[in-house]
């Protein structure tokens, strides 16, 4: 969930930039992000949800119905970055 651009996607040589998948392959993986460790992945099989949380920026929650097109995202936070993630992770 980057509200930016994405940086390896142009990185890469134009003959594999073609044969990426354009509904798919867009943005940049986060097991790319820093520090590593900034995200947290949970799934809840009770309910089939999907619970992705950034703990950089305490407060931005992204869900996703596991086998539908349900899905969302909400940020409740103050804008601030976590800086003192690196050592809690």
């Not at 940049?28 to 009770?46: E, V, Y």
Request: hydrophobic share 40%; charged share 20%.
């Amino acid at each position: 969930m980057h509200l930016r651009k994405p940086r390896t996607t142009p990185a890469l040589p134009v003959a594999e930039r073609s044969a990426l998948k354009k509904s798919t392959q867009f943005l940049d993986f986060i097991a790319n992000d820093q520090p590593k460790g900034c995200w947290s992945l949970k799934h809840d099989p009770s309910s089939s949800l999907v619970v992705l949380r950034s703990l950089s920026f305490p407060g931005f929650v992204h869900f996703n119905a596991v086998d539908s097109h349900v899905h969302g995202a909400i940020y409740h936070g103050t804008g601030a970055r976590n800086f003192d993630l690196p050592f809690m992770l």
